[in-house]
């Protein structure tokens, strides 16, 4: 196990420092001092306060706490004490107050307004207000309102909130990772995305049902699911505030969401900036920055990859133009104090994306240190602090220039990879997208002399269950009570932006005998690829995968074909060495997406469309897609997902693979391929 070791003495000075300060000029206007804010976070004040108003999505669930995923407690709690709180909710008196003034004034109003006629029931108190688009919390930390249903009108219920604990601000540095340390955090934060993840999906899509009682309001799923897995204490690294790496958090991670950020305990604020121990909790009495983002939301910065011109916070009007001088405080302050102490941060860049969930994207692109710090003149004629960062070496690539490198890729492969592509697509154009094949590490050309096979081969009696007209009617696009929906159990399987909400045994898709349209939510697998693959030659894995776009969690990435064989022939096929893939041998990890268990303990994962046990081998000895050159992981970021559209044979679902987790461009695609049994025998990869 690795060592938490405690942070050295700031009460004891650096051998040398170096750094002068000159004179600040002095403003005629008193600065307005307020944390560096991102530009490109579009959050309002209710967005910042949104209760989460999660239903139960099964009658046998009941919302209660959970267990964390990490070994040790880990505790869901605000730092309610300074400005770095890694949650929205800022106490009074201090510097970000003024990001909930508003919010306080209206709950002060509507105190006022229905003081005295409010009915109350024990703890919960019904107000009866016609305008249900009103949010309003009388206190943040203890009660909030969310609409329920009744019978002549839609009223609202102020229900109570727990408190939580101050964020803890001893710092430490994790050290001494052993291999099977790296794979318990990396686990842990992978399952805790995950989670966070399905919850954010499944609220934005419980949002859109529920308009008709909140109408005009925006889905904000990041923020409820942020929000839900606070109130379970599933946040991570709350009981210790981790000076450089974070374990369990890679280099080149992608993330759509600040709350995300915020719930691995990467960077602990909800828009400011810089995360950093406020002086009034540090040892020493004096501030101490943790980590940073970089986004060029301010005039002065300068973004050169391995060095940053860094510019420190406040004096902006609300235009996020420079006003007044900015301070030596705060944040800016505990940038200059890790400086001098020598204390590294942690860089993660943020900018818009094609391809993100939230049209943005935020990357670490791991450790930076603060060697220089100065007071200038900025392009407004106002005083700025600056900071020099620079990377520290012997790290990964950054992944933000892999997000470039890729984009570069997609619109000019080869001005960015002059050699090592032996063909640009090995479909031959029977996919939607070319399927790349490079090899830049010998002269293995395999994949180019198979057959490339679009969908899976059944035997002809599959289909003699296919009954004419044994679909929906849903001509102008599938509703939550037709026929296809009822197989399904009463709702669909994704959203309607294709993703994935809950993995299931079976998913039944519209077929060529419903009356919906191609453009119909229920058609999701059956359309072919939508990313870009590239099959590659690895010296670790021989051949393996990897997206030249961004993935999104959820998302639909290829069918896993081949040429059905029944037990017999399997048996004869093996005999003759050619290579089979075995469904039965596949575990179920559709049943951790969307597995909410952490937050309802009598969650059951569902049982219901089922189908028996996969009595059937895949010949792709000769054919194949894409799908059979994915390595194999016992953490893998892709899930085998079943799946019936063109047959009604549960016995000979199709094999669709999704994403577990969001997959940056160029990383591995892997999938667990289970272990072998007395049939199967040998586990036996495509290379």
Known sequence: MGSLVPFQDLNLQPESNNFTFSPTPTPRIIPKIEPKLEPLDEYTQADLQTTPFFSNPSPNFNSSSGSAFTRTPRSATPDSQSPTSMIPEIPPGCDETNVYSEYNRISELFKEAFAN?????????????????????????SRAIVPVNTDTQVSEMVVARRKYQPRSSELVRVTDLRPEDQRYFRDAVRKTRMLYDSLRILTVVEDYNNQHLIPHRRPRGDLRACQILREHGLWMNRDKRIVGAIPGVFIGDVFFFRMELCVVG???????????????????????????????????????????????????????????????ECGNLALERSMHYGIEVRVIRGFKYEGSASGKVYVYDGLYRIVECWFDIGKSGFGVYKYKLVRIENQEEMGSAILRFAQNLRLR???????????????????????????????????????????????????????????????????????????????????????????????????PHCQCPPTCRNRVSQKGLRNRFEVFRSRETGWGVRSLDLIQAGSFICEFTG???????????????????????????????????????????????????LDFAMDVSRMRNVACYISHSSSPNVLVQPVLYDHSHVSFPHLMLFAMENIPPLKEISIDYGVADEWTGKLSICD
């Open 413 to 511: 492969p080869l001005v960015a990879r002059p050699t090592g592509y032996v063909t640009f697509d090995i479909s031959r154009k029977r996919e939607n997208v070319p399927v790349f094949l490079f090899n830049d590490i010998d002269d293995n050309h395999d994949p180019v002399y198979f057959d490339y096979l679009l969908k899976t081969v059944y035997p002809p009696y599959v289909y003699q269950s296919v009954v004419s007209g044994n679909g929906c009617e849903c001509i102008d696009g599938c509703a939550d009570n037709c026929f296809c929906a009822m197989r399904n159990g009463g709702q669909f399987a994704y959203d309607y932006n294709g993703i994935l909400l809950r993995g299931k045994p079976l998913v039944f898709e519209c077929g």
């Open 266 to 328: 990467l960077h602990g604020q909800a828009q400011a900036g810089i995360d950093y121990v406020p002086a009034s909790q540090s040892s020493n009495r004096e501030p101490i920055a943790t980590s940073v983002i970089v986004s060029g939301g301010y005039e002065d910065d300068q973004d050169g990859g391995d060095v940053i011109i860094y510019t420190g916070h406040g004096g902006q009007d609300k235009h996020s133009r420079q006003c007044v001088h900015q301070k030596l």
């Open 117 to 141: 006629g409010t009915p109350r029931f024990g703890d919960v108190e019904v107000v009866q207000h016609q305008d249900s688009r009103a949010e309003v919390v009388e206190d943040p930390d």
């Open 563 to 613: 040429v059905v064989l029944t037990r017999e022939q399997a048996q004869i096929f093996t005999m003759n060495g050619d290579s089979l893939v075995y469904p039965s041998r596949f575990p179920d990890r559709w049943a951790e997406w969307g597995d909410l268990s952490q937050i309802y303990p009598n969650y059951v994962r569902p049982a219901y469309p089922s189908i028996p046990p």
